[in-house]
């Protein structure tokens, strides 16, 4: 029997911590569902291994080395979870430790992501040269409305449904980083999304996440202060 996990997951089930898998069966896929109750208190336990790198408060830095994980839809992290277990997303140095024998099965996967779900976004991130006004923002604004929004939102809220990053808040060095990735080929995304920005000149591509670092998080979703620590860690 083999069980493959599809890249995306049947949005009519609804259920976000919901996996999905195909089981070949005669001629007929037969549709196999596993359905996990999230328990964060769990995930606040598993989280302490990812907190080594992530830090408590999963803000991400600004030299772009580590993403924001705060505030990302629960199935953008739960996909880019297993592609980065599978090797479908290269990530050496996270590799090891989203292993089956270091955080544990889909449960516990399901229960990390749920307590990341808890965590407010940092109130400030690292944002391009060009401030809004700018010929260069204004560049930025009109590439996006023509070739991302329709995708990552009119505001880069993403799409939890959909599985589209929210890429609101995201640290524009590490943007940056993912973006160059995927023209090089070295991160498989949504094809439609690799071609547009294969298409992009440097200069437009830098421009257009320029103009993304400036969209705004919403206040409610941040954290009181740039000064808030995880009270669950410290
Ligand atoms: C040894 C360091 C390390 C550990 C431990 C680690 N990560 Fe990561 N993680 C990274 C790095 C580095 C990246 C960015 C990789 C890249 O640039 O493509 C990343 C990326 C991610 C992403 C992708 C986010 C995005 O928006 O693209 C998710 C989700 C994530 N980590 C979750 C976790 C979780 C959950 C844990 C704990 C189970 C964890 N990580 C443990 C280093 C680590
Ligand atoms: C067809 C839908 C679609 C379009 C259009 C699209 N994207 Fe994406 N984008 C995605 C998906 C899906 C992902 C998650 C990729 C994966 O599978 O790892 C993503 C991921 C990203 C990421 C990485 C986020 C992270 O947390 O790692 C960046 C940056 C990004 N997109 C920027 C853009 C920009 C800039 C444009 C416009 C030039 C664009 N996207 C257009 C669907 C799209």
């Known amino acids: 029997m083999t069980l493959k996990l599809p890249r995306r997951f049947n949005a009519l089930c609804g259920l976000m911590l919901t996996l999905f898998a ?5 001629t007929e896929p037969v549709k196999v569902v596993l359905a996990f109750e999230p328990d964060p208190t769990n995930g606040r336990y598993l989280f302490e291994i990812c907190a080594r790198c992530h830090l408590p408060e999963a803000w991400g830095d600004t030299e772009g080395n580590y993403p924001q ?4 839809h629960i199935n953008v992290l739960m996909q880019q979870l297993l592609d980065i277990r ?3 997303r290269d990530n050496p140095t996270m590799w090891p430790f989203v ?3 270091t955080i544990g099965g889909y449960q516990n996967l399901v229960d990390v992501v749920a307590y990341i779900a808890t965590l407010p976004m940092a109130p400030h991130h690292s944002r391009g040269p060009w ?5 260069a923002y204004e560049d930025g604004k009109r590439l996006y409305e023509a070739n991302c ?6 505001t880069g809220e993403g799409n939890n449904a959909a599985y589209y990053p929210r ?3 995201q640290h524009f060095s590490y943007m940056k980083r993912q973006a160059i990735r995927v023209r090089e080929g070295l991160r498989t995304v949504d094809p439609a999304m690799a071609t547009l920005l294969k298409a992009l000149s440097d200069e437009d591509l830098e421009r257009v996440l320029n103009y993304i670092s400036y969209l705004p998080v919403p206040a409610k979703d941040q954290a009181p202060s740039p000064d808030w620590r995880n009270p669950d860690f410290h």
Do not use: N
């Open 22 to 26: 195909c089981v070949a069966h005669g």
């Open 69 to 72: 994980l705060a505030g990302q």
């Open 131 to 135: 401030a809004e006004g700018s010929p």
């Open 99 to 101: 292993q089956e024998r």
């Open 86 to 88: 599978s090797g479908r």
């Open 149 to 154: 929004s329709a995708c990552h939102g009119a």
């Open 167 to 169: 890429l609101q808040g």
